[in-house]
T-cell receptor, first 116, second 114 residues
Framework: QQQVKQSPQSLIVQKGGISIINCAYE??????FPWYQQFPGKGPALLIA?????SEKKEGRFTISFNKSAKQFSLHIMDSQPGDSATYFC???????????????FGGGTRVLVKP | DGGITQSPKYLFRKEGQNVTLSCEQN?????MYWYRQDPGQGLRLIYY???????QKGDIAEGYSVSREKKESFPLTVTSAQKNPTAFYLC?????????????FGQGTRLTVV
């Protein structure tokens, strides 16, 4: 059972364009939604994260939009650069549920290629 | 430098052998995790530990075993019972419940069955 569904699986965008990745979740107990960036052969690194009490969070060129009623959240990469070419994962966890152990449930990943 | 160290980076295993993947952290984090990554499937949780001498199964624990004898170490053993062990294995840690929930990942171990 895939609790976090991510789309698209891959994305090609021109330099300067906007990359948009969408995620949908099923478990309404999720209360922490991070995005991770992974380069080939490396471990993922936290990019940006949001909690459900806000609808949008922006850090530099990266923005998370969150729609609690629709159980969806998305990552927007503005002014995409070739250095942004990587695989992006959305994730979700139950931060306030101690027994949940802060486990992250990941989406399937989106491979982003930014063409110069 | 603080961080998570996984070793080896590449590991080859023969059919029927057990192998152990190392994960060490010097971040003083309470919680540690093992994930398996396969192409197109994201990361799936194998085992996790919230405190020394305690650990819980994740979503795909069959064929794997772990131990948590020290706070900084969380080794993963891939046993011969794991039917398809070829994958990229990632270890992660975070400070634990009630803290900043950012999970820090190691650089991974790529295991190949030959």
């Amino acid at each position: 059972q895939q609790q976090v569904k991510q789309s698209p699986q891959s994305l090609i965008v021109q330099k300067g364009g906007i990359s948009i990745i969408n995620c949908a979740y099923e478990n309404t107990a999720f209360d922490y939604f991070p995005w991770y960036q992974q380069f080939p052969g490396k471990g993922p690194a936290l990019l940006i994260a949001i909690r459900p009490d806000v609808s949008e969070k922006k850090e530099g060129r990266f923005t998370i939009s969150f729609n609690k009623s629709a159980k969806q959240f998305s990552l927007h990469i503005m002014d995409s650069q070739p250095g942004d070419s990587a695989t992006y994962f959305c994730a979700a966890s139950m931060w306030f549920v101690e027994a949940a152990g802060n486990k992250l449930t990941f989406g399937g990943g989106t491979r982003v290629l930014v063409k110069p | 430098d603080g961080g998570i160290t996984q070793s080896p980076k590449y590991l080859f295993r023969k059919e029927g052998q057990n192998v152990t993947l190392s994960c060490e952290q010097n971040l003083n984090h309470d919680a540690m995790y093992w994930y398996r990554q396969d192409p197109g499937q994201g990361l799936r949780l194998i085992y996790y530990s919230q405190i020394v001498n305690d650990f819980q199964k994740g979503d795909i624990a069959e064929g794997y075993s772990v131990s948590r004898e020290k706070k900084e170490s969380f080794p993963l053993t891939v046993t011969s019972a794991q039917k398809n062990p070829t994958a990229f294995y990632l270890c992660a840690s975070n400070p634990g419940q009630g803290e900043n929930t950012e999970a820090f990942f190691g650089q991974g171990t790529r295991l190949t069955v030959v």
